[in-house]
Structures are given as C-alpha cells and as structure tokens.
C-alpha cells in the first residue's frame, strides 16, 4: 500500500471487541498479572507503555520504512532521550543552525553531564568530514530542513561519512515529514520528530516521536531512558496524535503548495531582502532537496527584511498569521525567531519565521501584502 493508503486508514486495524474503526483510550496505568506471574496483556504499567501507543507507533513506523517506533512526551524529550543513550564522555556532531532549545540542551545540561558536543557548518560535507576525523563522534544529528534559515543537509552523502567514522546517525525530520522524505531510506538509523508540528498538525498535542531503522542494542537503551525518565505521552494525547496523522498527507501538501506561492510572491517584492525557502531555485540546498524531498519543500519559510524594526513591524502587521511560536499547524503562524531565541541566537535579527498553514493562499497573499504595506 502507498503511504498515505497507511496513513488514512491508520494501517487498517479494527478494533476487535466491538469492529469500531476508531481505537479506544486506555487510561489505565496498570495492568493485571495473571496467577504464574506473567502479563498475559502484554503491559505492566504505563511509564513503560500504554496500548494506546501501539497503532500511532505502528503508523509512523510504516511511514518512516523503520521497524520500531516510540511515542514520547515532546519532541525535546524524544530528542535528548537519544543523547542520554550515550555513555558520558561520548562525542556528538550537530548542525551549527539547528532548532535551538536542542542546541542549547546539547551545549548546557548535556555538557554538563559530559556529552561533548561540537557543531558543523550546515550543508557543508567537507567541513563535516574534517569534524568527524577531529571529533571521533559517536553520534551525527542532523536536521534538514534546518531551522530557522531552511539549510539543506545531504542527508545520504553525511550519513555515508558519519558511518565510515563508526558513528550512527539521527536525523530530525520535523519540517520535512515523512510526506516529503524519508531518512531512513536515505541511510540514517533513527528519525526523530517533534510529533507537536506537522504530524498531529492542529496545535493541540505536544508530542515527540522516534523511529527506528532496526533493533539494536542502543534502541534498548532509548527505551530504557523513556521508561525510566518517564518522559510518556498521555493516552488521550496519543489518540489525538494517530487521528492527527491520518490526515498528514492533505495537510502537509496543501501547506507546502501554499508555502511555495507564497515564496515566489514574497521574492517578487521590493521591500523583502531575502526569501529563504529550499523550493525557490536560487536557495543553495535547492538541487539536494529536489533530490531527498519528494512532492513538495516544506511550509516552513523565512523572509528578512533588511533590519529589526522592520521586520518585527511586519511581523505585527500580519493579520491572519498569528504572531506564536511554533509551526506545522493548519493556522499560519509568524515569529521573531531572535527575539524568542534570546542573546545567544545565530538567527539574523531581521529573519522572521512563517509556518505556512492550508488557509486559501489568495487570503495568505493578502495579508502579506497588506502586512509589507503598513510596515
Ligand atoms: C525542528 C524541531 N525539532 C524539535 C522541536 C522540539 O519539539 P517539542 O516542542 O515538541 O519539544 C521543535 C520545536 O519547535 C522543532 O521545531
């Protein structure tokens, strides 16, 4: 079956008591043992799983081309339970413009704990290879397309180099979905997602998932971080999430469609400086993502315009795209992403952020239009 066969009919499964075709929520946080010992029901207590995880994890699972998946609290916890994996003293490589609340976990709290972590230039495979042989990482993340200026990684070309160091990789998929490309075909072993964006995509779960490319020792261990941490999404979060998935392909290509017009206009315009978007021909990942992307760029887009003041006046004359941090949504959604990111930001203070959503594009165009007027 094609995926968004699997996707909308979340693989098929009916539930067998009573045939619904929606699975129910098992609230329960324990589960009976029988006489011998044995858990005959397959769950011993919900900080180690919950029967409500087994068809969105079965779902992404099937999306992604992996053989396991694990439903976590956010996105960071699925994110930093891969880096806790790691035995202290570990070496990490990650893309030097990446989302920030990891980057700042990776050079605070898991310095601290002794992970050394070090940074590559984006998209850059030569400066990648020379931190491999530098750092002797034990682990490569990568993200693409990378927050918040929509770099572009080789995801296959950094996942050949980072394996010929003995290094597994993980790529965060977030913006890219597995609408658009799928990583672990590409040659990376585990895919993570904040499952709060595009894959629940309605602004109402926050979420993080991982995927596995095959069992391994170092999944035992992932999966030993979140039942042991805790880090466990609620059952009613997770029934949300797999109704959320089941309509992914329509939401995410539909935004991505308007994310492209959107792009191509804004360029047009004499009053923006830069349109950063993987889909407009003259970005410098745009012959890589025409290859690891299929069906579509992405809905995450930036515009800078020249300096601050303007930029954030644009920003707060936009009507329809709700100034709030985050994306994947069906809202369009608008950010200042320096000022959210505070002083230690690498993002450009001009750089504003839109997550494209699937209102009609003409009303979208309208209101940038408006929005660059009034500025
Ligand atoms: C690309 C990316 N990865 C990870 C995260 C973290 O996810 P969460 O907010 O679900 O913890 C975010 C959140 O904005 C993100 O944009």
């Known amino acids: 079956m094609k995926p968004r066969t699997l996707a909308a009919e979340a693989l098929g499964w009916v539930e067998p008591q009573h045939r619904g075709l929606i699975p129910a929520i098992h609230p329960a946080t324990t589960f009976e043992r029988a006489a011998d010992g044995?858990?005959?029901?397959g769950k011993i207590y919900s900080r180690d799983n919950n029967p409500t995880y087994d068809q969105p994890e079965a779902v992404l699972a099937a999306l992604e081309c992996g053989k396991h998946a694990l439903l976590f609290s956010s996105g960071l916890a699925a994110a930093t339970a891969v880096f806790q994996a790691l035995r202290p003293g570990a070496?990490?490589?990650?893309?030097?413009?990446?989302?920030?609340?990891?980057?700042?976990?990776?050079?605070?709290?898991?310095r601290e704990w002794g992970l050394r972590s070090s940074f590559y230039p984006n998209g850059d495979l030569q400066a990648f290879e020379d931190a491999c042989r530098k750092e002797r990482p034990s682990l490569v993340w990568i993200e693409t397309p990378a927050n918040p200026m929509w770099d572009i990684q080789d995801i296959a070309a950094t996942a050949e180099i980072a394996h010929r160091f003995g290094a597994m990789v993980v790529a965060d998929s977030t913006v890219a979905?597995?609408?658009?490309?799928?990583?672990?075909?590409?040659?990376?072993?585990?895919?993570?997602?904040?499952?709060?964006?595009?894959?629940?995509?309605?602004?109402?779960?926050?979420a993080g998932a991982l995927v596995a490319a095959q069992a391994s020792e170092f999944w035992d261990r992932i999966r030993a971080v979140r039942s042991s941490g805790g880090a466990v999404l609620g059952p009613f979060e997770a029934w949300l999430l797999l109704r959320g998935m089941r309509t992914l392909f329509l939401r995410v290509e539909a935004a991505s469609a308007n994310a492209a017009r959107l792009a191509?206009?804004?360029?047009?315009?004499?009053?923006?400086?830069?349109?950063l978007y993987p889909g407009l021909p003259g970005h410098p990942g745009h012959d890589i993502a025409s290859r690891q992307?299929?069906?579509g760029f992405g809905a995450m887009l930036s515009v800078r315009l020249g300096g601050e003041v303007s930029a954030r006046a644009f920003a707060g004359a936009l009507r329809l795209f709700k100034q709030a941090t985050s994306l994947g949504?069906?809202?369009?959604?608008?950010?200042?992403?320096?000022?959210?990111?505070?002083?230690?930001?690498?993002?450009p203070s001009d750089l504003i952020r839109l997550s494209v959503g699937i209102e009609d594009i003409d009303d979208l165009i309208d209101d940038v239009d408006q929005a660059l007027a009034a500025s």
Do not use: F
Not at 38 to 41: A, E, L, N, T
Not at 264 to 275: E, K, T
């Open 264 to 275: 191509s206009h804004l360029q047009a315009s004499n009053r923006i400086s830069s349109v």
């Open 329 to 347: 949504s069906v809202e369009s959604l608008v950010e200042h992403r320096a000022s959210v990111e505070g002083p230690q930001t690498l993002c």
């Open 91 to 110: 070496a990490v490589l990650a893309p030097r413009m990446m989302y920030w609340g990891l980057c700042n976990w990776l050079t605070g709290p898991a």
């Open 293 to 295: 992307m299929a069906g």
């Open 38 to 41: 044995s858990y005959p029901g």
């Open 177 to 206: 979905t597995p609408v658009h490309t799928r990583p672990l075909e590409l040659g990376v072993d585990i895919v993570m997602h904040s499952a709060t964006k595009y894959l629940n995509g309605h602004s109402d779960v926050v």
